[in-house]
């Protein structure tokens, strides 16, 4: 893994979130519209405010396994970029009229089922957490009028795909050292793990995804979509000389 190249960038990238500004007229969203997404992105912001101690605990686990020397402080960098996103969200439902949320009942399950097995499933489901956000983020881009959210989604969706790049070269090298078999395997529980995760997020957003035109059955369906092009550069990546260098 090119530990340097993410440490430049999370270092480059993240004090932008900190600094994104829109105007700071009221919203111009009908009521029932604001209200629900107040409250959905109040979700979001939830789960964006943990602190990372499994993560980093891992990292510095397989920077000994791996010789990933910089990891940790890639790992690091991840967090307060994940953090970032929890502080710009937080300042986007005020500007919403919404208030920011202790607990939620997916978030809850979601961090449950987060610590079922290893450390490293646990990366995997920060994975499929991503996925599903790039959808819902690529949907307020498109979908909402209010120039603030907007921004708002416009940047994290930006943010989701470097990470989304970031977790797909951490998967090559750790799926290289598997055999065929196995990594078809992990591919399977993989689509069935994001696509039980994209119907519970599709579920208790449904009100927020409604009020923007998009059902949830569709929400779901380009949440598949999503899962299904990065498997496909994965496992390209995968066939490649460099990937099998890994196994060596």
Not at 133 to 143: D, I, K, M, S, W
Not at 217 to 241: D, G, I, K, S
């Amino acid at each position: 893994m090119n530990t340097r190249h993410w440490i430049q960038h999370f270092e480059q990238n993240t004090p932008l979130n900190d600094a994104l500004t829109w105007p700071e007229s009221a919203s111009p969203l009908a009521e029932v519209v604001r209200r629900a997404l107040a409250e959905s992105l109040a979700v979001f912001q939830l789960g964006e405010t943990g602190g990372g101690t499994r993560l980093r605990r891992y990292a510095a686990g397989l920077a000994r396994e791996a010789g990933w020397g910089g990891y940790p402080r890639v790992v690091d960098r991840f967090i307060a970029e994940e953090q970032s996103h929890a502080r710009l969200l937080a300042r986007l439902v005020a500007h919403l009229g919404g208030r920011l949320r202790q607990k939620q009942w997916s978030n809850g399950l979601f961090r449950w089922v987060r610590g079922l097995a290893g450390l490293e499933f646990a990366i995997q489901m920060l994975l499929t957490a991503e996925l599903v956000a790039e959808v819902y983020y690529g949907t307020l881009f498109l979908r909402c009028t209010d120039p603030a959210v907007r921004a708002v989604a416009g940047k994290i969706l930006r943010d989701e795909m470097q990470h989304l790049a970031f977790q797909r070269e951490f998967l090559v090298e750790r799926l290289a050292r598997l055999t065929p078999a196995a990594q078809r395997l992990w591919l399977w529980q993989f689509a069935t793990v994001h696509a039980l995760t994209a119907a519970a997020v599709a579920w208790d957003h449904r009100r927020c995804l409604r009020a923007l035109g998009v059902e949830p059955v569709e929400f779901c369906r380009r949440a598949a979509a999503a899962r299904a092009a990065f498997a496909r550069r994965l496992e390209r990546l995968l066939a490649t000389p460099e990937a099998q260098a890994c196994v060596s």
